[in-house]
Each structure stands twice: as C-alpha cells, then as structure tokens.
C-alpha cells in the first residue's frame, strides 16, 4: 500500500485548507486511516481518525469542532479539511493507514505512512 498526501501550504489564522491522501496499491487490505502531525522535535501527534466499518470520525481536542476528516472509497482518498486554523496547526502532516482497526491512538499502530505534506499557519 502506497500513501500520497497532498494540499498542504502557507495560510493565515483563521483560514482553511483540504489535505487529501490517496491510497494505492492492495487497497483492500486498509481498515482504518488517520491523519498525524509533528513539529521539529517533538513526537508525532494523533489528529483525527477515519473508522472504517460504522464510519465513525475520532478527533483530538485540540481540533475538535474546526478539523473534518473523511474518505471517498470513489477515488480511495482520505480527505481532512481543516478550518479557522491557527499558528499551533503549523506541522508536517501524515496520513497513515492500518491493516486491522484499533482504538489506539499510538503512531506505532499503523501500518502504512505516506510522506507528508507541510501545512504553515502565519499569525
């Protein structure tokens, strides 16, 4: 399974962005997907999360309310779209998938990565 993220740039508070990933490969074998970010230095932080069978969302509080993540089996993209941004959402962010679903919020429970798209959030 092959990930690309994609849609990432330079933004204003309080202004949105679509980060979109698209998955390749044996594509059938994907249960979950979630978005994850990181700044220099600091470990990989868990965004959102797209449960696969029931099509629940799971979001962190930090992005609750501003942040929507979902996935078109159509064209087999994660999408997350991101609004009212703030200069605390500047971060490389990663999509990532896994092969069996689970409630861990952990990034050693995925599987798969995709390499990153940066997103900037001037104040």
């Known amino acids: 399974v092959q990930l690309q993220a994609s849609g990432g740039g330079l933004v204003q508070a309080g202004e949105s962005l679509r980060l979109s990933c698209v998955a390749s490969?044996?594509?059938?074998?994907?249960?979950?997907m979630a978005w994850y970010r990181q700044v220099p230095g600091k470990e990989r932080e868990f965004v959102a999360r797209n449960v696969w069978r029931g099509g629940k969302s799971v979001y962190a509080e930090s992005v609750k309310g501003r942040f929507t993540i979902w996935r078109a089996n159509t064209d087999n993209t994660l999408y997350l779209q991101m609004n009212n941004l703030k200069s605390e959402d500047t971060a490389i962010y990663y999509c990532?998938?896994?092969?069996?679903?689970?409630?861990?919020?952990?990034?050693?429970?995925?599987?798969?990565w995709g390499q990153g798209t940066q997103v900037t959030v001037s104040s």
């Open positions: 490969g044996n594509i059938f074998s994907i249960d979950d």
């Open positions: 990532a998938a896994m092969k069996y679903s689970s409630s861990s919020v952990m990034a050693s429970a995925y599987d798969y």
